[in-house]
Every structure is written in structure tokens, then in C-alpha cells.
């Protein structure tokens, strides 16, 4: 009787499992690229797996570890993937059960997976999300190493010693071939480095001459004087659909001109000064606010709107702030303590909540309450 366990698969079942891996890590990888894009680029995305504060892609798409060397992270991720497949279609020997390079495309899988792992602790302790689909990718790259390495195991494949003869017979009979697809690929990554459009850095458009001031009730506007639609936004410095949205309606306020009329509520969701907020939370974006609240009184809103939406979740200091806005930094300092200060923004909080907001950004268009974004249909109303 045939002792079953000593009956191994043949070579080409382990070349497709490996083969299907790659073309799954393109696929994830082209989501992902696809996510990050709309996450920076359309105000309505939300991607599949936005799930809970914890298991959140479009989080982790937001987080400044997303871009490695000014091109997405996913992006590389494709290159990868491209560039593996390459390899490992150049590389196989069928006929003989024979891959060329073999601790080459070793050393790959190994980095891969080391990436991987490295991802992992970024989320796990700086980013504290998780991506589904990158979790995907990270699973993929650990099989693509256990394959290689089974591979490795039942076709007595070496890791540390190289086969020079049958390399460089592949060498020399592919040369041409390789040149011209290591050019293209040193070539593609100059460009992607170089030529990658940061769609990710958001920027206000020049708004010359256009008005601002204070409500009745003291809060700060831009916008029209006389407009078509008045909306009020409670928002948060430190939500990232806030700053997005933040610039959407400056720029989209630039130009459209006595159209809208922009009123700023904060509305921190910050553990430390919501009480809506019962686990930490957003830390120190309730500071970030009672730093708004000075500068309006001191009419530069804003100035120090835009600041602090351009910093966001980034470390920052007084200094910067006063560098900003021109506030004296001492000046920003004591406003932090100061009780009129914080009343007015217990009283932003304090509305929102009568308002039933539970999520930032929140905006008030006659009388109805809109969270994360802002119906198309307002806009449409707004271009007829």
C-alpha cells in the first residue's frame, strides 16, 4: 500500500496557487488605490468596509502613513504585485519543474511579507484602524511565502545558493527582454515619484473680496451677505470628512460667488468636552475649537479656520498657530483657560445636541439636519 503521505501535488498546482495569489493582490491593490482616490476626492465615498471607528478603510486611507514617497501606498502595492508577476512568469521552467532566480523571488516574498508586517503595527498603534482589504493584501503576501517556500520544500529548491549556469543561460537567452522591462520599471518609478498628482493635499482657491463677518448670535460666516441658501456646519478639526468638506465649500463659495452663506458651529468630538462622547475620542479637538472661538473674536476666524483644518491630526504649537493667524502665541495660550471663551463652545455643543447630531460634519439647511455631507440636490437647486 502507497504510503499517501509521501505523495506530494505536482509543480504546476503549486505555480497557479501563486499565480492566482498575485492577480488577487492586484485586484486589492487596485481597490485600494481606486478607495484611496475617492476618499480624497469625492464627498459622498464611503467605501465598503468604512465599517466601525476600528475596522475603517477609508481611515486608514485618510492617515498620513497612506503615502510612501508621495505616491499611495496602494499604488506601490500594484507595482509590486506587477512586478513579482513579471518575475515569477519570466522565471518558470514547466517542462523541467525548475524556477530560475528561485532565492531572488524568495527574498521578494520574504519582503513582502515584512511589509506586511510592518503595516500591521502601524495600524495596530499609530493609525488604530483596520483596512479589511489591506488585511487581504497582508494575507496574501504571507501565502505567496508559504508557497514559495513549500515549493522550496518538495522540489529541493535552494534559498541561499544561487544555480549560475541556469541563470545565466536565462540571462543571456531573455536579455533583451530584461533590459527593456528593467528600464520601464526603474522608468515608472522616477515618474511615479516625480510626476504622482497629490490629490491628497487639499487647497482654497484664491477668495478675493469674498465677505465675511458674525451673525447676531456671534457666529462666524462666510459667504454671501444676501444669499441663496444659508447653512450652518457644526464640525470637528480633527474629522477628516470635515476638512474635506471644508474645502469643497470654500472653493465651491469662490466660485460661486452670492450663493451660500457659511456658518460655523464647532462641534468637537472630543471626549474631554462632549458629552456625547463617552470613551476617548478626537483628543484635543475641543482646544482646537476654543482656539477658533479666540481667533473670531479677535476677527481672524479665518485665518485659523484654514489652519487648523490644514493641520488636522498633525502635532502643531502656539507658535505655529500665531504664525498663522498673527495671534501672539501668549495670546492663544490664555484663551485656552478662558471661561467666556469655553461657554461659547458648551453653547455650539449644547445646540448641536438639540439638534440630535451624533456624527461630524452636520450641517442645518432649512431646518433640516444633513450628517456627513450635503445633499446633491441643494447643489443642483443652487446651479439651476
Not at 469674498?210 to 448670535?217: A, D, E, L, M, S
Not at 456627513?372 to 441643494?378: D, K, T
Request: with cysteine; charged share 15%.
Amino acid at each position: 500500500m502507497k504510503d499517501i503521505n509521501k505523495k506530494k501535488l505536482p509543480f504546476n498546482f503549486y505555480i497557479g496557487i501563486i499565480f492566482i495569489l498575485l492577480l488577487a493582490g492586484l485586484f486589492v491593490s487596485l481597490y485600494l488605490s481606486f478607495s484611496h482616490y475617492k476618499v480624497y476626492t469625492d464627498i459622498g465615498y464611503k467605501s465598503f468596509c468604512a465599517i466601525s471607528k476600528s475596522i475603517n478603510c477609508d481611515t486608514v486611507s485618510q492617515s498620513q502613513y497612506a503615502v510612501f514617497l508621495g505616491v499611495p501606498v496602494a499604488v506601490w502595492g500594484l507595482i509590486g504585485y506587477f512586478f513579482y508577476l513579471y518575475l515569477f512568469i519570466s522565471f518558470i521552467d514547466l517542462k523541467n519543474n525548475q524556477i530560475f532566480f528561485f532565492p531572488l523571488l524568495f527574498l521578494i516574498s520574504s519582503a513582502f511579507a515584512l511589509i506586511s508586517l510592518v503595516l500591521g503595527y502601524i495600524s495596530s498603534f499609530y493609525i488604530s484602524a483596520y483596512c479589511l482589504m489591506c488585511i487581504a493584501a497582508w494575507a496574501i503576501n504571507f501565502f505567496l511565502l508559504f508557497y514559495i517556500f513549500l515549493i522550496k520544500q518538495r522540489f529541493n529548491l535552494k534559498i541561499f545558493s544561487w544555480d549560475f549556469k541556469k541563470d545565466l543561460r536565462f540571462l543571456i537567452l531573455y536579455k533583451k527582454i530584461n533590459l527593456i522591462f528593467l528600464f520601464v520599471f526603474v522608468f515608472l518609478f522616477v515618474a511615479l515619484t516625480v510626476f504622482f498628482p497629490h490629490y491628497w493635499k487639499y487647497d482654497i482657491q484664491a477668495q478675493a473680496d469674498v465677505p465675511t463677518g458674525i451673525t447676531k448670535n456671534g457666529h462666524p460666516w462666510i459667504g454671501a451677505d444676501d444669499p441663496e441658501i444659508e447653512i450652518t456646519e457644526f464640525s470637528d478639526y480633527l474629522c477628516f470628512q470635515c476638512k474635506k468638506m471644508h474645502y469643497y465649500l470654500r472653493n465651491y463659495i469662490s466660485q460661486n460667488p452670492g450663493k451660500i452663506k457659511l456658518i460655523h458651529r464647532n462641534y468637537p468630538m472630543d471626549h474631554n468636552y462632549n458629552p456625547l462622547v463617552k470613551s476617548p475620542y478626537h483628543s484635543g479637538s475641543g482646544k482646537m475649537a476654543l482656539l477658533a472661538i479666540y481667533a473670531g473674536s479677535q476677527n481672524k476666524f479665518i485665518e485659523m479656520n484654514d489652519f487648523l483644518f490644514s493641520i488636522g491630526n498633525k502635532d502643531f504649537n502656539l507658535e505655529m498657530a500665531e504664525k498663522a493667524t498673527g495671534i501672539k502665541s501668549a495670546e492663544l495660550y490664555n484663551a485656552l483657560r478662558n471661561k467666556k471663551v469655553l461657554l461659547n463652545l458648551k453653547k455650539d455643543i449644547y445646540d448641536g445636541l438639540k439638534l440630535r447630531i451624533e456624527a461630524t460634519p452636520a450641517y442645518v439647511i432649512e431646518g433640516e439636519v444633513y450628517t456627513g455631507n450635503i445633499p446633491e440636490s441643494v447643489f443642483k437647486k443652487l446651479n439651476n
